[in-house]
């Protein structure tokens, strides 16, 4: 079997491995796929077949392990990976989280998690002091993904002793972050402030963090067009909240953006719009796709959860593997639905996962009908 990511024909035909795992995660996948397809039927420039991977909490259950042992093998067979979420109230958090998604992050090397802000027309940030007429939030968060605090080093010893340890290892590698800080780099490069900030915590954390500072400092000598600044991750908290429209791309290790992704998703309106992309840039692995939000155990099943992180996560997808114009017509049909008011609660809506994945279904046949 070939140990390079599937590759697309010349006929533009992509293959992607739906995993839709826990909680809404089936909900809002099957909502982006039914998006996606209409899309792709709409077009008629690329086709795109999903296949279903029943990993889960319910295939743990069943087998005693979230994913089969080949896992790197069959999702290599793929030219990209549109996943869900995963976590059950019954199992314990860091074995489902460790037992699927972080068991694909880091072996398959998806290094730059992208993480993608803004205010859509139609739905309110949670900032009140913001120039009237300009989009309000408007950043792209750029994550470490395979390192730093979520590396997986430490222990425990003494269990159950009231001398107990446990240690929980940060582990900064000057590969891992050399390639994030280029990565961020050309990331602010392509936008047009050309603006990045890096933010860090090198004042107390001595090491790891420090050396993080200085290859921020190496990697911007190569990108002279670029302005970018330093910032202690408490002190951007609160420059996200008083100054939005000073920052455009933000860079950070694993454990401060993804704290600080799900502030920035809530101050744009709510985690229901947040989409993600676990990216590789060589392109030697098929990337993820994914909603920022979690199972959401409190909704699963009632149907209301709001599909457009999840469909705006396939946009992404579909600009990665080249389909530039087709992300473009799919942004624009979420922005034209949200601006109409066709809104989940969570958003200050009425409309069900349904309603508003009907809804930008029927704004891409109209966007279609233009051309």
């Not at 992607?16 to 039927?41: F, M, N, R, T, W």
């Not at 114009?325 to 979420?334: C, G, S």
Request: proline share 5%.
């Amino acid at each position: 079997m070939s140990k390079s990511v599937a590759k697309p024909t010349k006929s533009r035909n992509y293959k992607v491995a739906s995993i839709p795992a826990d909680g809404i995660g089936p909900e809002v996948v099957s909502a982006a796929i039914e998006v996606v397809q209409k899309l792709a039927k709409i077009s008629k420039t690329f086709t795109i077949e999903f296949e279903h991977i029943p990993w889960g909490t319910a295939y743990y259950k069943q087998h005693g392990k979230y994913v089969d042992d080949n896992v790197l093998e069959v999702l290599r067979r793929y030219n990209a990976i549109l996943f869900g979420s995963v976590g059950a109230p019954d199992v314990p958090d860091h074995i489902s989280l460790w037992g699927l998604l972080l068991a694909i992050r880091g072996p398959l090397q998806l290094y730059a998690n992208v993480r993608p802000v803004r205010t859509f027309p139609g739905t309110l940030s949670r900032l009140r002091d913001t120039k009237s007429g300009a989009p309000e939030i408007d950043w792209v968060l750029v994550r470490e993904n395979t390192e730093g605090e979520y590396s997986g080093h430490g222990g425990r010893s003494h269990r159950g002793q009231k001398w107990e340890v446990a240690t929980e290892v940060a582990i900064f590698t000057y590969v891992g972050i050399e390639r994030i800080m280029r990565f961020a780099f050309s990331t602010a490069q392509a936008r047009p402030k050309k603006l990045l900030t890096v933010v860090t915590k090198s004042n107390s954390m001595r090491n790891g963090m420090v050396l993080w500072d200085e290859v921020a400092l190496e990697v911007s000598r190569d990108f002279p067009d670029i302005k970018w600044d330093k910032m202690l991750v408490d002190a951007m908290t609160v420059r996200m909240v008083n100054s939005p429209g000073s920052l455009d791309t933000i860079v950070g290790t694993n454990l401060h953006m993804d704290i600080l992704s799900d502030l920035a998703a809530a101050l744009a309106g709510s985690l229901g719009i947040a989409p993600s992309s676990n990216l590789d840039p060589t392109r030697k692995n098929p990337s993820l796709f994914e909603p920022v939000h979690g199972s959401a155990f409190d909704i699963t099943g009632k149907g209301v959860a709001n599909p457009v992180a999840t469909i705006w996560s396939t946009a992404e997808m579909l600009g990665w593997l080249g389909e530039g114009e087709a992300k473009d017509t799919l942004m624009q049909a979420i922005e034209n639905v949200c601006s109409a008011g066709v809104l989940t609660a969570d958003l200050g809506g009425t409309a069900n996962t349904k309603e508003v994945t009907r809804a930008i279904c029927e704004e891409l046949e109209k966007l279609g009908s233009r051309k």
